[in-house]
Structures are given as structure tokens and as C-alpha cells.
């Protein structure tokens, strides 16, 4: 099943259902959803092998948040979801507060689609260097948090993983919270969702170049990711609109026999080899994204950063964090 | 026709062609091609109305310069570039010297896909100011030359032709150079196509929103257009793969009469306002560019610049203009 | 006494007084002196001829906002800049409602310590458009406001007066309001200080290049000014340390008369002109700035934008604002 | 001799001199000077201990190339300059090619004065994953050669130092060269200088923040570096101009004993120490750049960008590196 692209587990689930044809529940997952402040928030729990098997991700938590878009919202909205996020961190995170925090921004910061990460770790309140040299000041803070951009393979020639392990080999975290822009199945996705985990990231892994993990395994400590979709491939994304379109030729009962033996003689991932085909050689690994990921990043950066920042330092106002970010 | 968005000459004749099945000659539209280099230079001539609506395009000349890629190239490819842009616009252009010439850098340049014009204007060889004040220096150009990076209406409140005849009106010049992004209807011309026309240039034509054409008509002065398609809208890009897949399907032996009598029952028309239908509400209106936009904008800008620098100022070679815009 | 580069209104009078070892009130002068939450606001009003060409400004009012620090501030003290500035600017400006206001933001956006203009435009609340198309949205704005960021003489080859009269002929604003980095005399008003006027502005005048002023005479509209001071020129910077250096000296009781009769022989025009020359071949025009003029340029330009988007969207409170420009 | 802030061993030498009245050859320091095209290179060798203190510099080998300007130059003063760069690098450098090397580009990416490091590194030819993962096309490169932009403390929370270390303890490199903005005493050395050394550096030395260094001691492996003066602290570039302008006062024959007296009575810690003092409150610890720092950052990291990779590179010609990084 890990032929369409995706890094977000709620859609690896909506497939699984696609591919069975069942709608119920799904063995050794479970699922969770609520509407808060009309964010619509899905907890999935993968609870073991053959689960993780099923729907291609690792054991573990997986928090969906979403709204019509992360891009043009109020300012009540953007406080909204910055709590929904602090919430859900607190329930998905048990802090260690004697250890600092280290923050991640994966991604290339000169590419909009994949500048996520480094855009907000610029916005972070940054501390453990006052806790360190000036502890009358760092007396103010709930958490010692430090933060780190290390680029990417193409442009550092080091693998993301080999960085960050030397930084926290020094630095000992007792949490890595890691934030990377994401690959969606579904375009409607990018700009709109946020996904929390507590299984670690693969940088690169949703487009086409598998890195090596940050994770427990490979890290020694905690990794949460954050992530939101900001780019779809165009194989994914044209097979998915070819299924929903054939749908609506069926439905509109003026299918005959012909077109449903067909399809029906062609299987998923044959449909999918198909498109690729057709595609290819000039669309082929083409990667999509949209034309306002610029300022959409600019405000979802601010939304994460927010998130984290208020989760990270418990004790502060809204308003006394924004003071330290303006 | 106009239902499928294409800002390109040479994709409007295709989709003519397609619509008619006739392979050959179009009545009053002169086509000539010829390779300079591993760049495919398109010389489409509208000649009479009849054509000119029959391709929704004006009257005039439209050439394009097609390479694999504008994006990945080598200094020697970016020199042959910029020489063959150099000499189309040489054999569109009948320039008169007398008096100075005006680019002009549409599009918002904090959204990497609509960045072209604006960051082109950065990369002029701007002179008039010299002609004005230190004619000792002017000596050595050949043209005297300003640059204008309008904004667009969502930040400026000012319709794009309002601030460039405003200034038009005031600077005189003999020719307008217009330098925008573009919607193509093939996710493969994003950043492999440059397009020059004769007919002026609807800001945001491509991309829905009509604004009032900065042409002779509304500015007084000839306008010489040049564009890089940098998005395509989702639905249009859908659809033309719906249609090479189905051929696929169709040419690979396995089909019947069945989905053919479907197909076929469908008008062009029906099929793209189905697909659009499937799309919304959530896919709608929405704009796609590719991953690499901010990169290939960088080096595609040079290329402009490049080209156009070296037209304005024939006397001096390429690297002399190289050190006015290292 | 031109000498001595300045924008402010508030150092030449603070110069005329050294000049003239006059403490008290100056001839034609008005000066008066509030403060607003730590913030000193100076209304200086220039009311003849005579003094006009006492401290070479134009008649009319200036008013100086002063912090100690327009960079490092709280949310609060963010806030109340913001409303300063509002409230100054409704001292100085007679609304006409029904004509929409200009907003140009002069300088050079490449370049940080001349960002300020172009900076401030990007954060206006523009209206203007959607009172032409969307009258129904329209309704929630007090104003009809556009605003331009014409680019500076280098990179467009035309003056920047030139482009704004050419747009203003076109929109025929009730306003201009015209945003500027400034020059000072004194390095501590870099990015603690705000002066607005009613008298027009010179651009690039603070720096070295006197360009056609933008005002009521050159665009037939009034215009008002807002700038922060961002740079200073070497030499006169130096002078001014090194007089005080020489005060201190004198202060400290161990000067001879010595000092004092080598001191005395140089008239200020003479010291001046000796520091240049010390200064030639190789300080010459340097003109300085800070090292955190970057970061200090994105929060100065956010206040200036909140207190003229609070100004001129009078009806709506801050939160509101902040939700357009989030 | 440390009050007076420069990172440039040449400056030091200077001020040696200065203070101690003596022209010629400074007893452990070895200076050799050359001209080459336009380019004054001054080679400074310290040889003991005693001289180590004397200038305030670890024993080692420091290089000056000095040029009229760095900013605005030609294409060929351009490719003079990055040839000088890579002549004086093999000169220092010992290179292990069996070993990868690791560019290090310190400073804050989002102040203008401080961001040559990050700006070199992101123009660096990188090619170590080549060498680990594509062996067939690593062939062509000279040399494994990674990059690292670490961020700064105040920003990360993380020492330089240790982010470093940290990495370097991963990747293994032979040599780690670091390139850094530094501070000189003179302003006119701002943009004018490279200073390349093989005793390691000092994070944020020139400008008052000492962090660890960088330097065999403490990653276990070579460390050249190549610095930039982009800033010059207040009370420095003032004292020094003071002293100029005094002794223009004195050569100009007015001078009477007095003055003489007033001005001997101080050392030159006091008159610094005053200075500083006069300055005080309000201009103390700034720090200055000069108005065009952004853009001369952009040709300057080009330069050095050029020189490195065609150093490390040594089979490559000019142009084929520029065709990697075009």
C-alpha cells in the first residue's frame, strides 16, 4: 500500500478502508475523534505489528488537526488552533522537565514547500543558553529549550540524522520535537492539517528520499513530529481524482457494463502503475504544491511555533510569549 | 475553448487541434519551428481574426524557446539561452533608440511562482537615469533603460495598468518590455518554456482574475510580452491526464465497446466541468506549481535578464553586462 | 548650517541652540512636550520664513515620537507606540473620507537600513480595490487606502516623484502618506525615534541625494511623512563625539588654556570640515548604520503600519487590524 | 592592547606599532607583503609566545588580501580575487584529500553583518553524500567537501562549539574551514579584507560576545578561517578618528603646548576609557555596519564562495564550478 504517497496516518487509514471495502472499525487501531473550537481533531493509535503493517506506520500516536485552512485565519482563529496544538502536545508528551527540550526544523529553508521547520524554529523562545549562563533570568521559564536547523542532505552533504545525533549527543535532551513539512495524498490536505506523533519522523521519507530516522532508535530519547502537508506527488494526486472521477460517471447511472468491466479488470495498483505511465517521461517524480505556500508557511509557522512555545513554557500568558516573538 | 486556462500560444493551437483533429495547417495561423541548440523555438503567427478567436489569443506574434529544463543548467546552457532570447526578441522588436524603454516586472513578489517579473527588474541594467544625469557615463549603452515592479491589486489597491500608464505617461518610453509568470495547461512546461509575444498582456489572466491589458491599446506604446508558465490550475492539469489515461486504456487493446459509448457521449466540455464538479468544493479554484518553484525562479530571472540585457545594450558583450549584474 | 546631516527637525533646532548658545525659545518656533506611557512626543511647529531657514526645514509641523528602544519592546509597549502614533497622526491630519489615501513607501528593499518604506507598505490594510469591485465588503473601512512602493532611482533609472506623481494623477488621492528612512546627527536615534510631518519629504535628501521632494507643490495633494532615523554619516557623527570628548575633557578641570585658544581658533564650519578631511580619502561618504538594523526594520515597520492601519481603519480596534495583517 | 576591538592580526600589528613607536620588524613576527593584480597580500607569521601576546593573536599563520573594495567589482576583478583566495589557501593548507572537509559558516543568517558565513555555505559545492552514495559521479570531484550553517547561540541556545563539535565527531572531516564576519578597528576595512588563518576562531570575538573557539584544541582537527570585517564597534572607530583629527590639529602647526600637555597627560587606555565614557549611556556597546552591508554580503560570500570551492576542486576549471552553483 505505500505506492501513494503519504506521511499522514489518518489517510493511511481512509485507503486501508478504501482498499477492504470496510468502513468499521480496524483491527488494533483506534480511533478517536472530537470538534473543538471547530478544529476537528482525530486521535488514530496504532496498537501493534499487524496494524502497523496495515496502514504502513510505526506503532505509536498519531494526532490529526484540522480546519478549512491554517492559511487565512482571524486572529481568534490562530490562538484557536495554537491551544488546540498546546492540548494536544500536553496529552501526546510526558515532559521531563529537569532536561531541555530540542526543537528540530527539518527542511530546506530556501524552498517555500519544505521551509516549515527552519521558519519555526526562527519563532522559538529559546532558553537553555540562560539557563545555563544566567539563571536569575531563566528562573521565568518552565523549560530549557534550544533549537536547531541543520538543513538538508543536498545542500550539508551530512544526513540530517548524522547531525542531529552529534548535537544531542552533546546537548542530552530529554525530548526531541521535530517539525517537517509533510506529503499529502489529497491536496485539500496541504495548508489545512496538522499532524502530531510520537513515533519520530523520516526526513525526506513522504517525498521519494527515505533518510534515516529521528527517532528513539537511532536518537536515544523521544522524538515528536510535527508536521503539515505542504506538498502532493502528481501521480498520487491525478490517480486519486481519476478514482473520484470514474465514481461520479458510475453514479451518474450512465455507466454501462463496458466502462465497470474495465476498471474492474484493472487493480489498484495497476490503475496507479497506469497514471504513472502516462505521466511519465516528463511529469514522473514531479512534486506539487501550491502558489500561495509562500505566506501560507509564513502563518502556519507562527501557528506551530505558537503551539510549542505556549505548550513548552506553561507557566506564560499568550501575550507574554508573543512579547518575546513579536 | 477558453474553459481550459493557458496563458501559451503554442498550447492553444495544440488544444485546437486536438478539439478538431485536424493535424495539419490552421486557416490564418503561421507556424514555423526550428532547434538552436537544443532549444525547440516556436514561431506562431496569428494573422486574422478568424484565427485569432479560433485560438482565443490576439492578432500578432507569439514565439516560444522550449528546453528540457530552465531550472538545471549549465553556464553554457544558460549563455545559449540567453543569446536565443536575445535574438527573438531581436526579430520582434524593431526598436527605436531614440527614446528609452520600459520594463516591467508584474506579478507579487513575495509568492515564489508569481516572482518572475519582480525579481527580472532587479537583475536590469537600468540607464535612463544616467542618460538624464551623467551623459558622459550614458555613452557606453546603447538604450536607455528603466524598470518598474508594479506590486499586484491585493497589495497595491491599484490595478497594475493604472500604475504603469501612470508612469508611462511621465517616462515616454518607446517600448514596454512586460515580464510575467504564466499558467500553462501542462505541469511539464512549468519552468522549461519561455514565451515572447507582440499583443501586450493581461496581468492574471492565467490565473482567473482579468485585469486590464497593458497593451497599445491602453498604454499608447508598443508592449513586447515575455512569460514563463510557473502554475497550472488543478482542474485543467486533471483533466488533460484523465485524457492521455483513457487513451491509454483505450490504445492498450483491453477496452470495449462499453467505455468508449461513455466517453464518447461526453463532450469536452462536459467532461472537464465534470472533473471540476469532482474537484470541489475542497480542490476548486486551486492554483498548482511544483516543489522547486523558489530555485527555478532564481535561475530562470538570470535567463531573462540576461537575454534582455544583452538586446538592450548590442554593444556590449556578455560578460561586460555580467559585471554591471554580478 | 546644512553641514550637518539631518532629517529631524528636533536636531536642528537642538543644533541652533548649540550653534547659538541660545537655552530658551527660538524666534518663529513653537515647541511643545508631552509624555505618553514612556513615550516622549516633541511637537515642534516651524511658523515662518525666518525660521525655517534657522533650521532648513519647511514651515509646518513635526512631531518626534522617542522610546528607548523601537526594537526590543514588549506587546504592551508595542501597543502603545502604536496608539501614539495614531493619535499624533490625527492631530496633524484633516481626513477627507471620501478620497482614498496613498500610502508610498520610499527606499530601497534590498537594502535593510532603507527597507523601512517599502517594509510598512506590506503590512497596510489595502482597501481601495474593494470599495471599486466589492462595495458590500467595502462597508467594514473607514477608508479607501492603496499604497505603492515606487523603488529608488538605482534600480528603476526613474525618480521616484516621477512614478508617484504618475500614480497619483491616475487614483487622485485625498493623501499621500509617504514612509522613509531617515539620517541623523546622533547614532542613538537609530531605531528609537519616529517624526512625522506635514511638510512633504525629500527622498534619499538625509543621505547624500537630493531628489525632487514629494509634496503639495510637486503632487497637488497634501502629504504626509513618517520616518525613523536608520543611519548616520560618518563624519558627522564623529564630530559630534568628538565634541563632546573635548567637553568632557574641558569638564574634567584638567584642561589648560591651551585647549581651549586651539580649540576656540576652529569655528564649528572649520572642526567639521577638518574631521572630513581626516576622515577623506577613505570614511568619505560613508554613511552607518547599526548591526541589528535587520531585525530592528521588521518591528519598527510593524508599529508604523499598526498606528496607520489603526489610523486611517478608525472603526475597527486593534485586534481587528491585526487579523488582516496577521 | 585587547580594549581596542579588531579581529584583524594586521590591525594588531598596527597597533603595535602605534603604541610602541617602532617602524620596523616586530621581534617574533615574520610580515612579508606582495601585490597581485591589484591585490595587496600581506602574509603575518607569529612566531613565539612573546609575540602571541604581544598581538593579542595564537602563534600561527595569518593572511591579508586587501582590495579597493570587494563590493563593487568587475566580472574579472571578481575571478582575480577568488583566484588570490585559492592561491593563499593552498599556501596554508596541508590537504588531506582522503578525508572529507567540513565548511563551517557561522553567524546569524537574518543580520545582514553577520551572515557571510551562512551565505558561503550556501553557495559551497557539496559533494560528500556524493562520494557516499554515488561513487560513479564523485569521480569527477577533487574532494569530499560537506557544510554546516550551526546558527547562533541566541538563536539555537546551543554553543557554536558544541553543535560543531558535535558533527565533527560524526563526519570525521580532515580540515574544518570556518568562515565568519568579523570586527576591525577601521572602518574602512569593511568589505575591503579577507583574512584567512590557520589558528581556528573565536565565535562572535570581534563584537564583545567571546564563545569557545573553534580550533585544534577543541574538535581535534585542523580549523582555517576566513573572515570578513563587516562591523566596527563605536567607541573604537571613534577613538580612532579622535586621534587622528588630533594629530591633523597638531601637524597643522596651531597647535600650542597646551593641548600637547592635556593630551600627553592621557594614555591612551584613559582617552579610550573617556571616550567610551562620553559615548556612554546611549551608544556604549553599538555596534556599526555600513549602509550597503546586504548587498555587499551577496558579492563578498560569492567571492569567498568561489575561491573555496575552486581550492577544493583543483581539477575543476572556473567555470565549470560556477555551472554548479550558477
Redesign the interface.
Known sequence: MTYKRTDLALEETEMHRENTGEQGDIDGIKISEKNDNGIKITRVEVLDENASKMISKPIGNYITLEADTLDY????E?ESMCKALKSELSYIIDMDLSK?VLVVGLGNR?????ALGPKV??QML?????FEHMPQISDSFAS????????V???????TM??V???????KPGLVIAVDALAAR???RINTTIQISDTGINPGSG?GNNRKALCRDTLGVDVVAIGVPT?VD?VT??ND??D??LD??KNSG?????????ID?LSDEEKYA??G???MP??GD??????????AMN?IS?IIAGGVNTFLQREMTF?QI??FT?
Open positions: 485565519i482571524s486572529k481568534d490562530y531541555p530556501n524552498i517555500s514547500a519544505d524554529v526562527e529559546v532558553t537553555r543558553h540562560l530549557s529549550v534550544c533549537a536547531l536547523a541543520p538543513g542532505l543536498g545542500i550539508t552533504g551530512i544526513e548524522e547531525i545525533k552529534g548535537v544531542t549527543e552533546r546537548v489529497k491536496i485539500q517525498v506538498v502528481a494526486m491525478t481524482t481519476f473520484m472521477t461520479a460517471i450512465e455507466c454501462t457494463q463496458g466502462i465497470l468491466s474495465v479488470k497506469l497514471i505511465q502516462v505521466l516528463t511529469v514531479m512534486v506539487l504544491t501550491v502558489k500561495e505556500i509562500d505566506m502563518k507562527k501575550d508573543e512579547s513579536l
